[in-house]
């Protein structure tokens, strides 16, 4: 599976940033792809962009409240069984972009696979670092509130555009109020307590800190580099997975960030085809697929991968 923010939604049908998504993807040949920042705008080329690439399968997000133009949503080869987009309590106005729950059929897998797509707060302000907290708060009451109601339902990842680096020196460490200067129509919930925590984000929320997920390790094609960022040289883009997939018998699981400049066409994990051009990927997206291959279990309690073609 993988994770993509595509900066503001794809490209015309046929430009020049369309055909570098398309290739992009193709590459990559990810059985789910989970998109941050698509618009309503361009809703059809994404359309169009299934249909070129074979996935029969679609879901589009919701509006948010303070989200303009921008949605979640997801490309799947297996049949989706629910959808659901994540809000807050009633009476609140807190988040940004509304996350996207997603359930899909495995063929042969022994229950439904389950995935949050989220698109956090942008900019690294105080004020911006706080509403990404409360979003991290909603989004683990959504996934507890889930386990709970389907607790067969164990391998579940977490993934999306979380818009900060969890080695960023200047994280603030909590909030022991409610932070000044937020958007006026900006509306926090009664439930949520003070302090807020921040720091580390985003692994104190979603990872070993906080749900006991896993964070996968990602870097592009046989280095160690991290960024999934164009301009903030940053690793912005995060995929978690549950004890559930980390603890399978072949281990925890491990991710690539794709970039076309550093793919050489025999390193890394198993991609589709052949490499495209060198600078396909700048003309994709400011952000970088974050993509990986996950093991889970079958309907007779082996483990098998999922199809060795995609991720």
């Known amino acids: 599976m993988a994770t993509w923010n595509v900066e503001l939604g794809i490209g015309p049908a046929d430009s020049v940033k369309y055909k570098a998504q398309r290739e992009t993807l193709r590459r990559v040949d990810a059985d789910i792809v989970a998109f941050q920042e698509l618009q309503a705008s361009s ?28 949605v979640v949503g997801y490309f799947s080869r297996f049949p989706i069984l629910e959808a659901h987009s994540v809000r807050s309590v009633r009476g609140t106005r807190e988040f940004t972009r509304l996350p996207l729950r997603l359930a899909a059929s495995v063929p042969g897998a022994a229950r439904p696979l389950t995935l949050w797509n989220m698109h956090h707060k942008a900019e690294f302000r105080y004020r911006d670092c706080f509403r990404r907290a409360v979003e991290a708060q909603r989004i683990v009451q959504d996934i507890q509130r889930y386990r709970v109601e389907h607790p067969d ?3 579940l990842v977490v993934l999306g555009d979380m818009n900060d680096a969890a080695a960023r020196p200047e994280q603030p460490e909590r909030f022991e109020s409610l932070y000044p200067r937020l958007p006026w129509s900006y509306r926090l919930g ?9 720091r580390t984000f985003p692994t104190d929320h979603y990872g070993e800190g906080g749900l006991g997920f896993h964070r996968v390790p990602a870097f592009r094609q046989d280095s160690t580099n991290a960024v999934t960022h164009r301009y903030t040289e940053m690793t912005l883009d995060y995929l978690f997975v549950s004890p559930a997939i980390r603890d399978g018998p072949f281990g925890p699981p491990r991710g690539e960030i794709y970039h076309s400049d550093w793919d050489r066409g025999g390193g890394g994990l198993v991609k589709a085809g052949v490499p495209p051009p060198a600078g396909t990927s700048l003309k994709a997206s400011d952000h970088y697929p974050v993509f990986v291959d996950l093991e889970i279990e079958d309907d007779s309690n082996r483990q098998e991968s999922l199809p060795p073609a995609g991720h």
Not at 46 to 64: F, K, N, T
Not at 190 to 198: A, E, S, T
């Open 153 to 155: 339902r164990t391998e």
């Open 43 to 70: 809703r059809g080329e994404w359309v169009r962009l299934a249909e070129d690439l074979g996935y029969p399968h679609r879901a589009w997000g919701e509006l948010g409240p303070f989200s303009g133009d921008m």
């Open 190 to 198: 009664f439930d949520i307590r003070f302090p807020v925590r921040y």
